[in-house]
Nanobody
Framework: QVQLVESGGGSVQAGGSLRLSCAAYGSTSTMDYMGWFRQAPGKEREGVASLYHDGGTPYYADSVKGRFSISQDNAKNTLYLQMNNLQPEDTAVYYC?????????????????????WGQGTQVTVSS
């Protein structure tokens, strides 16, 4: 059974930075797609950034382009999200998600409904 464990959330002031980590356990093979999603109160869960394990151009939501950076360490089966210049509108619970090719592809990698495996979420709060 695949288990995703996130860490690194917290509270920062606007303009600050945080780095989220997501470690994958229990997978018998490298997850093809891994991504970060977030959900603010009263809003739908939205794709923030995602990555194919073999490289390629990552997906970023327009709202985070130029500020967030997704990366992975395949040897550690760990996904990261470096968040710089955080703004109050970035406040949300951030979730890590993963799945295999066939379930997720390059066209759907930003769609939360495509992913079966989810972490428990980590809160990010940005104050003005």
């Amino acid at each position: 059974q695949v288990q995703l464990v996130e860490s690194g959330g917290g509270s920062v002031q606007a303009g600050g930075s945080l780095r989220l980590s997501c470690a994958a356990y229990g997978s018998t093979s490298t997850m093809d797609y891994m991504g970060w999603f977030r959900q603010a109160p009263g809003k739908e869960r939205e794709g923030v950034a995602s990555l194919y394990h073999d490289g390629g151009t990552p997906y970023y939501a327009d709202s985070v382009k130029g500020r967030f950076s997704i990366s992975q360490d395949n040897a550690k089966n760990t996904l990261y999200l470096q968040m710089n210049n955080l703004q109050p509108e970035d406040t949300a619970v951030y979730y890590c998600a993963a799945d295999y090719l066939g379930r997720v592809n390059s066209a759907t990698r930003h769609e939360a409904r495509k992913y079966r495996y989810w972490g428990q979420g980590t809160q990010v709060t940005v104050s003005s």
